[in-house]
């Protein structure tokens, strides 16, 4: 019965946590940015101070508080081509692989680099190189490393992309509160999409434990944005780009994720 309740105690107390890690994140962002519009350079690079600082509290909260220890915040340099295999070329490739269509579809419409405008550069390096890399290290590595040492890695991952959805759905709600209304569709899709990224991402970092091959992934993903799925279906040579790129994908991605055995062991201990 004591066990239980220890166990009981843990579930909620890093449930707890996380969810306002995830909270703490959106406050601080909006408390930096709330007075410049968001499409702005100025309003980018304060939502990305806010996400910074975000980062960085919780660390040092995690840190002091017991919850993650030194080791796990010790970045590894252990390197050899059987590791850089695995948690680089083969994650990388798999998603690569997932995307066929979509990147045929690009490179047959010739919108595979399309040039950026002087406020679309501002936006990609938050999109493509900033923002990847602190939500990777924030929602994967240290909710990640807070709720693996209580919950399942199944369990682990839900949450994590639950708390990865809500986050990137807040100005839709913004919107709902003040002006009455807002794009149910846009909310709709943004938050399935959100979400099921959370779910790969994890099961990625479950796997690999490296932030660099998921920002990567996650810039990519942003980069390619929200699959026009309409369009593959036009021409039979890109559904069959996709349905031979998803089915290969998520086999390769199965073999690759399939043994969970090892991963709780992976992350607990660094």
């Not at 890690?21 to 940015?33: E, P």
Request: aromatic content about 16%; some cysteine; charged content about 15%.
């Amino acid at each position: 019965m004591f066990v239980g309740r220890i166990r009981t105690s843990c579930f909620n107390l890093t449930a707890v946590i996380a969810f306002n890690i995830a909270v703490f994140t959106i406050v601080l962002i909006y408390v930096f940015s709330c007075r410049t519009p968001r499409n702005t350079t100025l309003g980018i690079n304060l939502r990305l101070f806010g996400m910074f600082m975000s980062a960085l509290l919780s660390t040092l909260f995690l840190k002091s508080a017991g919850f993650i220890t030194e080791k796990e915040l010790t970045p590894s340099i252990e390197y050899s081509i059987p590791l850089f295999l695995e948690t680089m070329v083969i994650p990388l490739g798999i998603t690569l692989m997932l995307f066929t269509g979509p990147l045929a579809d690009r490179v047959l419409s010739r919108t595979l680099f399309t040039a950026p405008t002087h406020y679309q550069i501002k936006e990609k390096f938050r999109s493509y190189i900033i923002g990847p890399i602190i939500e990777e290290y924030l929602y994967r590595f240290l909710l990640t490393s807070l709720l693996i040492k209580c919950y399942s890695v199944e369990s682990t991952i839900l949450i994590t992309a639950i708390l990865f959805s809500l986050s990137h759905t807040h100005h839709h709600y913004m919107a709902l509160l003040r002006s009455g209304s807002c794009d149910w569709s846009e909310l709709g899709v943004h938050s399935l999409s959100t979400f099921l990224f959370g779910l790969y991402s994890g099961l990625l970092f479950v796997r690999t434990k490296s932030i660099v091959c998921l920002s990567l992934i996650h810039a990519f993903c942003n980069w390619m944005s929200v699959v026009r799925y309409s369009r593959l279906w036009t021409k039979i040579y890109k559904l069959f780009a996709t349905l031979i790129g998803l089915i290969s994908g998520f086999t390769l991605l199965y073999i690759f994720t399939k043994d969970y055995t090892q991963y709780r062991a992976l992350i607990y201990y660094g």
